[in-house]
């Protein structure tokens, strides 16, 4: 019997999979808090020299008049945020506010900083504004280059001992390292722990939604990866929420951690992934758990006449002693142009999504109201992505939001600062359009690499999408060049990559590939092969030839 025959007989879509997906949700909604939270950990808050002139007649002054004298003025009327005078300007106080023979120096006694709404950020703590502002975005950086490292190592651990225990290994990860960075003494201290905090945490964003997707049968595997992905809306609503009240950037950290703790405990009632035990020859603990399935859907004369051995019989054994790497990916033709089309996609998807995420200041709103609204817009988009993938399709879906998340930020390259209302409308529909984006290739990706290579495709994947991620927010510091031209790249990098989406198989209502020979050769899988006969690597390669 196939695998996803039997898996719908005992119910692909019941209390087990409900249950299996609240589980997940106790981690998975940690990932937004930690993912995005350099917007209010890293958050620059209003500021200016600290003006500490000698003389009786300056030390007499009220603050708003030392201002007055020793700070020039900006463009927009405020207080410089990085120059001082390098004598007071006396005749400001008169109303004589030329200064074109004053000069101004950078900030030389550090700067005084607007705790009306952030006690305490990473910028305030160790002063990373003006010309240390690039490690303030390297701190985003640096944790991003770490889930980018994590990704492919879970991906492959996960491939070769299992989906749940390596689950395990990335909740403690991430609960030890966040501990520890929020504890750092120092901003080097920091930075290597947020580094190692996002290669621990990436374990929970791939290897989670592969397990959920493995749990699903076909007809319901679209509806299940946009209920996984509502994770991340409601984690969104929690880090604005712990946020508003937490304003403290390392109790922050601590605070959005917290849900692990809940990960942890009902770790033990999680369940292995069948088909990952079947691809591994573990026939015993796959009918196991697939009895506890059965069970939990009151489907358990289904499992009555099936053995462990006539699981064995149809998965075949000889994918027991494949151990498959993520060099797999690229040795035939078909996988491999499937992995690099997935991987510019990934980058795409991610490159645009955390450059709008990340760069929330600018719309005329307070940093919690935008968030708030980002976050907001997210759950109607992705409830009509469901009912669009369920009966349009996967392909379309990816390349549509990718093009459209390009033609909003294309539309605010053109609206001024001042129309902030229709700047904000603008972005905040772009924002849900790469949601979606997000939201489909995650379903896309697990539907398109075969069982065998899954985690590490998704690892592989990950990877670029982290690439993507990691230079991100670098990529904002080149509105010192030319304002718009973080804005244009992000737009191109949207655009390209939805066109190389149209170059995908669309994967509706298909059945999951179980091995490398199904994507090489996608119609004998369809007429000859049972779900879970894969041939070994020699034998796939010289059918290739």
């Known amino acids: ?6 898996l719908s007989e005992i119910n692909g879509f019941g209390k087990f999979q409900i249950q299996l997906m609240f589980i997940q949700a106790l981690s ?12 209010f950990m890293a ?12 003389g009786g007649f300056f030390g007499n002054l009220t603050q708003e008049q030392k201002l007055a004298v020793g700070v ?32 101004t120096v950078p900030c030389q006694n550090g700067w005084v900083y607007d705790n009306s709404t952030f006690r305490s950020t990473l910028a305030t703590e160790w002063d990373l504004v003006c010309s240390s502002k690039g490690m303030n975005k390297a701190t985003a950086t640096m944790f991003f280059i770490g ?10 651990l996960s491939d070769r001992f299992g989906r749940r225990p390596l689950l395990l290994v990335s909740y403690l990860g991430t609960m030890m390292f966040a501990v520890l960075s929020a504890f750092s003494s120092s901003y080097v201290m920091f930075t290597i722990m947020r580094f190692f905090t996002g290669m621990a945490i990436s374990g929970i964003s791939i290897i989670s939604i592969a397990l959920n997707v493995e749990w699903f049968g076909i007809e319901h595997r679209t509806f299940s990866g946009v209920m996984i992905s509502l994770d991340w809306t409601i984690g969104n609503f929690i880090l604005v929420g712990i946020a508003y009240f937490v304003n403290g950037w390392r109790l922050l950290i601590v605070a959005v951690t917290s849900p692990l703790i809940f990960a942890v405990i009902a770790w033990r009632w999680l369940p292995e992934s069948a088909r990952w035990l079947l691809a591994n020859g573990k026939a015993d603990a796959a009918h196991y758990y697939l009895t506890q399935c059965a069970k939990t859907n009151n489907r358990t004369k289904v499992m009555a006449n099936v053995t462990p051995e006539d699981l064995l019989q149809s998965a075949k054994v ?41 760069n929330i200041t600018g ?3 307070n940093t919690y109201l935008t968030q708030f609204i980002f976050a907001s817009i997210e759950m109607p988009m992705k409830i009509g992505v469901y009912f669009y993938l369920d009966r349009i399709g996967r392909r379309s879906g990816e390349v549509g939001a990718l093009l459209s998340t390009g033609l909003c930020l294309l539309i605010n390259l053109f609206l001024s600062k001042d129309k902030w209302v229709v700047r904000t409308v603008v972005a905040v529909l772009g924002k849900s359009l790469s949601e979606a984006s997000f939201t489909i290739v995650f379903l896309y990706t697990t539907e398109l690499f075969p069982t065998v290579v899954r985690q590490n495709g998704l690892g592989f994947t990950s990877f670029i999408a982290r690439l993507g991620v990691s230079v991100s927010p670098l990529f904002m510091l080149l509105e010192d060049v030319w304002h718009l031209l973080p804005a244009v790249i992000y737009c191109a990098v949207a655009v390209g990559s939805g066109l190389v989406a149209s170059l995908l198989p669309e994967t509706l209502n298909t059945r999951l590939p179980e091995c490398i020979e199904d994507i090489e050769r996608p119609g004998k899988r369809s007429r000859d092969k049972p779900a879970g006969t894969c041939t070994s690597e020699g034998e796939a390669n010289t059918d290739l030839l």
């Open 28 to 39: 998975r909604v940690s990932l937004p808090c930690h993912f995005l939270l350099n917007n």
């Open 147 to 156: 889930v980018m490292l994590g990704a492919p190592l879970f991906g492959f």
């Open 1 to 6: 019997m196939k695998f996803d025959s039997l």
């Open 43 to 54: 958050a620059v808050p209003d500021h200016h020299c600290d003006v500490l002139h000698d």
């Open 72 to 103: 020039p003025v900006g463009q927009d009327g405020a207080p410089s945020s990085c120059l001082m005078f390098t004598e007071p300007q006396y005749q400001h106080l008169e109303g004589f506010n030329s200064s074109e023979e004053a000069f």
């Open 363 to 365: 719309f005329g709103l």
């Open 318 to 358: 000889e994918t027991r002693e494949n151990k498959y790497t993520v060099l797999d990916l690229f040795k035939t033709p078909n996988i491999r142009r499937l992995s690099i089309c997935l991987g510019v996609v990934w980058y795409g998807v991610a490159f645009t999504y955390y450059g709008i995420s990340l």
